[in-house]
């Protein structure tokens, strides 16, 4: 069966005359060429002048048609945001870095000055900047520093129809933001009126219930971008397939060897499923005759650093055809050139939270069917530059069976993190206007979780603990597993197994048919008393190869013990920004305070640290020799010595290999 999507290309699709993308036509097209290319250029003067006369505006256009790299600009560069900072927010953080980069390219700036980004763990931005790429969590976690957004003239809520709980949260607030400095200046209180300008929303969305938005922001007007769609052929499997991976190897082979040139575009559900296509693909790859197109491989997905994906960008080498293997960021976040033929696994993955079958609420990320929204979406990728091709692997009858468009996640996902944030605000969640009501049950399951937690009291007020606590940009129960640890003198240990815990790519690589070897090579980090401990002990371990070792050595490494380097080195990253919170909180993290005994019998050797020390001979415990001790702090004299000492089991320690047992 086939079918054609999308409307025929309109008839000036392009000023510049061509359906190709500069980008694939040659060097010779200079970045401000292909921006005044873009569908999104015809229009600009039109939409400037919109966005002067509206406070919100809704504004719909096909992905890749230039929304969410010019709009900025075009505020920027005709004076719209005075002197105040354009916020574009992102769902997802690879697309707020990704974009940054692409705008600072436009705007010949490097990324952190005119044009920045910031993403959970990592800011790039600074005085000077003034468009500014935010994933939608990092800009309500900035309501709690400054409630009205006070830094910015514009805020661009970007991939909206996603529905994101924070982009939800981001939409309440920004009602009684934009009200607020809506006012005449002198309700507003002295001071600070000079300073306030009116706040302007942008809503932007390639699909999107615009209707829904507009009436939400009391009947905005809604603005289309004309696109450049050409027509894509859909083919759907004539039976249900069990398993999409092998399925989508054959679909994608049977493109490469009988189909023309243009990329291929497969999306897939997560990174596991990515990182095992791209195996096998590269097996197969390897083995075609010399004389067929090669195949270079692009994964992209969520959890990439920034910089990592950008080849996928770039065309592909003569004789070459590029293959990504995309999560569904590739279905309107961020836009590949070249893409002719898309390969449709029909999954994803969703944020599901299990408030009832758990007691006590768990989000989990679950493989699932897609929405008909996201299938077109998908199909739409083939059809940018000229007309493609969508394999679909399912069948027609189960693409009628999806459901329209997914549920927003207020209404399947953990509320505890907002409501605390909300909290710290002076607001209650029930208070809020939100588009879609959340669950009932999820609201006191989150109340119930943070009362638990000591967040908040018997009356439902924000305790000291609670404000801390939100502090943090980590989940509420780590956040009070990380202050919990300042009692117990456990802090960079806790920070450090935190860290892990938080990062988005898993620390322990999961291969089925290995998983023995695997076991075997990772036994030495394994502690007696479970995962957490054995997380420490990997990390430990790997701080120390990173001394010793180049980065070869480094990767080389993890792969001989199946540890995913990704994961630590994100788990680094957020472990020095969670020092810094900690510091605002006196949670030291100077010294060790734990240490072993050495083989000479008399001194003890700190695990955090390099330090060997003995103990202070006013304490107890200083006429016996004790295999492991806890100590409150250190005292130099001629010697360093460990005081306020006590002994501890050493099984706490066993499996953290030393440099010694590593070469063993
Ligand atoms: P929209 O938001 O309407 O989907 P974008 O503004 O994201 O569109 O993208 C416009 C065009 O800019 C895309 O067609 C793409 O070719 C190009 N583009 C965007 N980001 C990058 C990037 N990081 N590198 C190269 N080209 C990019
Ligand atoms: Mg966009």
């Known amino acids: 069966h086939s079918a054609a999507i999308g409307a025929s290309p309109p008839s000036n699709p392009n000023p510049n005359g061509t359906g190709d993308t500069p980008t694939r036509s040659g060097k010779s097209s200079s970045l401000q060429e292909q921006r005044r290319a873009l569908p999104i250029a015809l229009g600009r003067e039109k939409l400037i002048a919109r966005i002067r006369q509206n406070d919100v505006i809704v504004l719909l256009g096909e992905t890749g048609s230039g929304k ?8 920027l560069e005709s004076g719209i945001a005075g002197t105040g900072m354009v916020a574009v927010t992102q769902p997802r953080r690879v697309a707020a870095t990704s974009l940054a980069a692409r705008v600072a390219a436009e705007q010949t700036v490097k990324v952190g000055t005119t044009v920045g980004y910031s993403v959970r763990f990592d800011e790039r931005s600074g005085p000077d900047t003034r468009i500014k790429y935010l994933t939608d969590g990092m800009i309500v976690r900035e309501l709690l520093s400054d409630p009205i957004l006070s830094r910015y003239s514009v805020i661009i809520v970007d991939e909206a129809h996603e529905r994101t709980l924070r982009t939800d949260l981001l939409l309440a607030s920004l009602k009684g933001i934009q009200k607020y400095r809506s006012q005449p200046s002198d309700a507003k209180g002295k001071g600070r009126a000079s300073l306030l300008n009116p706040l302007k929303i942008i809503i932007m969305s390639a699909t999107l219930d615009a209707e829904k938005f507009s009436k939400f922001f009391n009947n905005a007007p809604v603005e289309y971008i004309q696109g450049r769609q ?7 499997s004539a039976e249900g397939q069990s398993d999409y991976l092998t399925s989508a190897l054959r679909v994608f082979f049977q493109v490469h060897t009988d189909q023309g040139p243009g990329d291929v575009l497969i999306f897939l559900p997560g990174q596991d499923d990515i990182e095992s296509l791209e195996k096998s693909i590269q097996l197969y790859a390897n083995r075609l005759p010399h004389k067929s197109m090669e195949v270079v491989i692009c994964p992209m997905y969520a959890a990439q650093a920034a910089g990592q994906n950008s080849k996928v960008f770039n065309a592909a080498p003569p004789n070459t055809r590029k293959c990504i293997l995309a999560t569904n960021i590739a279905e309107t976040s961020i836009t590949i050139p070249g893409v002719k033929y898309v390969i449709d696994t029909g999954k994803c993955k969703e944020k599901q939270y299990l408030a009832r079958e758990t007691g006590g609420g768990f989000d989990t990320l679950l493989t699932r069917d897609i929405t008909k929204s996201s299938a077109n979406q998908r199909a739409g990728r083939a059809g940018r530059e000229g007309s493609g091709l969508c394999f679909r692997l399912y069948t027609e009858a189960a693409y009628n069976n999806m459901a329209v468009s997914a549920e927003p996640e207020i209404r399947r996902c953990s509320l505890t993190s907002s409501v605390l944030q909300l909290k710290c605000l002076g607001q209650d969640f029930q208070e809020l206007d939100f588009m879609d009501k959340p669950d009932y049950d999820s609201v006191v399951s989150a109340y119930k979780s943070l009362w638990l937690l000591g967040a908040l009291n018997n009356s439902k007020e924000l305790t000291p603990t609670g404000r801390q606590m939100a502090a943090f940009p980590l989940d509420p129960v780590y956040a009070r597993i990380v202050l919990a640890s ?28 290995q998983r023995d ?3 075997e090579s990772r036994r030495k980090f394994r502690h007696p008393t479970g995962d957490h401990l054995t997380i420490l002990a ?14 070869a050595g480094r990767r080389e490494w993890c792969r001989r013990h199946f540890l995913n380097e990704r994961a630590l080195l994100e788990a680094r990253d957020i472990r020095d920004q969670l020092k810094l919170t900690c510091a605002r909180f006196g949670i030291s993290f100077d010294e060790g305070n734990s240490a072993l005994l050495q083989p000479d019998g008399v001194t003890y050797k700190q695990t955090m640290g390099h330090t060997t020390v003995k103990i202070h001979p006013s304490s107890a415990l200083s006429d016996r020799k ?36 590593r070469h063993s």
Do not use: W
């Open 68 to 75: 969410t790299t010019q709009v900025p600009q075009y505020i």
């Open 230 to 236: 050409h027509p894509v052929q859909i083919f759907h």
């Open 486 to 513: 300042k009692e117990y003198n456990c802090a960079p240990e806790i920070v450090e197994i935190v860290s892990v815990l938080s990062a988005s790519s898993k620390l322990f690589v999961d291969i089925s048919d």
């Open 517 to 519: 070897s695997a076991a």
């Open 538 to 551: 990997v990390v430990k371990a790997y701080q120390e190869i990173a001394l010793a070792e180049n980065k």
């Open 626 to 661: 004790h295999p492991a001790i806890i100590f409150n702090e250190l005292v130099y004299t001629n010697q360093v010595y460990a005081r306020g000492v006590s002994s501890i089991p050493k099984s706490f320690f066993m499996s953290i290999p030393t440099l010694n047992q």
